[in-house]
């Protein structure tokens, strides 16, 4: 027997059963209102109207939109409000794409910076500032020529720098084998004291493992020869984020301005014609 024929609502209203599951699956196949109406009528006979879909939809048979927004999880905020309307309809849930968003925006508040970088809080711009010459020495690796980079193999060439802040001047630049070994890093540093004489108040570096022997000679530095500073008002070492490291990071543009390019474009010209110094003898 059909299920209400007329088209009233209220009548003849069919199993309940039944319907749930049609209706689950018509959710996760995102139908519209009109089509889950047509597909009723099709499969069910099932003749109603959108009062009374919208009506069984938020029946106790289903639970309540917010609180399966709420409870679908997703701890690290990657998701937007279209992949989580996805997310919720393969599990049954037809919800509006305003609802959702408003139940991320309640209990997620900062996830949408999360998931787009550009939107994130920009660095606010400060004078920088010192005390005096080499109060503050900045130091960063550059890797820019590694063995990824170059592809040729297993040759790179790693870089470390050591810039004063006050004037500026590169005190100490070298190639190194491995950028990345807290031996060689620590070395270099040495060397870098050796050859102008001076022991820095403080040294500033980003918080790479590599640099856990240059922290240990600087200890060792200030506790023989600067007896007399205070380690609070003059900390011996201070790390900070790569991009927070302003004076050792601007300085590579520099590099790459005056000493890299003609090296970049031998590589290329190299990489993409297939030169070979053996061949051409």
Excluded at 62 to 87: E, I, L
Excluded at 134 to 157: N, T
Aim: charged residues 25%; hydrophobic residues 35%; glycine residues 8%.
């Amino acid at each position: 027997m059909a299920n209400n024929t007329v088209g009233h609502n209220g009548v003849d209203n069919g199993e309940h059963d039944v319907l749930r599951e049609s209706l689950l699956r018509y959710a996760r196949l995102k139908l519209t209102i009109p089509q889950k109406i047509s597909n009723l009528a099709e499969e069910h006979h099932y003749h109603i109207k959108s009062t009374k879909l919208k009506a069984l939809n938020k029946g106790t048979q289903y639970p309540n939109s917010t609180q399966a927004c709420t409870n679908f999880r997703d701890n690290n905020a990657d998701n937007g409000p279209d992949v989580m309307k996805t997310f919720l309809a393969l599990n049954g849930y037809q919800i509006p794409r305003d609802t959702i968003w408003q139940v991320m925006k309640d209990n997620a508040p900062g996830s949408s910076k999360m998931r787009y970088p550009r939107n994130k809080e920009k660095i606010v711009r400060k004078n920088l500032t010192a005390q005096g010459v080499y109060q503050e020495l900045h130091c960063d690796g550059h890797e820019k020529l590694g063995s990824a980079a170059l592809r040729m193999g297993p040759v790179g060439i790693s870089v470390y720098r050591f810039r004063e802040k006050v004037g500026g001047l590169v005190t100490h630049l070298v190639a190194v084998r491995d950028a990345r070994k807290s031996v060689v890093i620590g070395h270099v540093y040495l060397d870098c004291v050796e050859s102008t004489g001076v022991i820095p108040v403080q040294i500033t570096v980003d918080k790479g493992s590599e640099t856990k022997k240059m922290f240990a000679a600087q200890a060792a530095l200030r506790e023989i020869y600067t007896l007399d500073l205070d380690t609070v008002q003059g900390p011996i070492v201070v790390t900070l984020k790569s991009i927070k490291n302003i004076p050792i990071e601007n300085s590579w543009k520099w590099l790459l301005k005056t000493t890299g390019r003609n090296l970049c474009d031998i590589e290329d010209v190299t990489y993409f014609t297939g030169y070979d110094r053996k061949s051409s003898n």
